[in-house]
C-alpha cells in the first residue's frame, strides 16, 4: 500500500535551516506529482511547494527564495530544504502525493522559535 514517511522536522531558532525528507512507497513516485503542504495551530493546511514529475516546481508566496523542493526518484524520496526560518514557519508539515488518489504523510512538526 501507499506509504509517505516524513522525517527531519524539529526545533529550530529563527534565520535557522531544516530539512524535511518524505521517503515513498507502494506506488510509481518518479511519474507522481509531489508536494508539501503545512498545518499551523488553529489554521487551515496550506500548500507549501510541489514538484512535478518533470522537475518543474511550484512556491507559495510565503515560501518564494527561502525553500526549496527537490525529488530522488532513484531513492523514492522527495525534500524541502527550509532556510531563513521564521516563527510563523512553525507547523506540522505534511507530504502529500498529488496524483490521483491523493495520500498523505503522517506529518512532521516543525518548530522556530523567536
Not at 20 to 35: K, N, P, V, W
Amino acid at each position: 500500500q501507499v506509504q509517505l514517511v516524513e522525517s527531519g522536522g524539529g526545533l529550530v531558532q529563527a534565520g535557522g535551516s531544516l530539512r524535511l525528507s518524505c521517503a515513498a512507497s507502494g506506488f510509481t513516485f518518479r511519474i507522481d506529482r509531489m508536494g508539501w503542504y503545512r498545518q499551523a495551530p488553529g489554521k487551515q493546511r496550506d500548500l507549501v511547494a510541489h514538484i512535478g514529475s518533470d522537475g518543474s516546481t511550484y512556491y507559495a508566496d510565503s515560501v518564494k527564495g527561502r525553500f526549496t523542493i527537490s525529488r530522488d526518484n532513484a531513492e523514492n524520496t522527495v525534500y524541502l530544504q527550509m532556510n531563513s526560518l521564521k516563527p510563523e514557519d512553525t507547523a506540522v508539515y505534511y507530504c502529500v502525493r498529488l496524483s490521483l488518489p491523493v495520500q498523505w504523510g503522517q506529518g512532521t512538526q516543525v518548530t522556530v522559535s523567536s
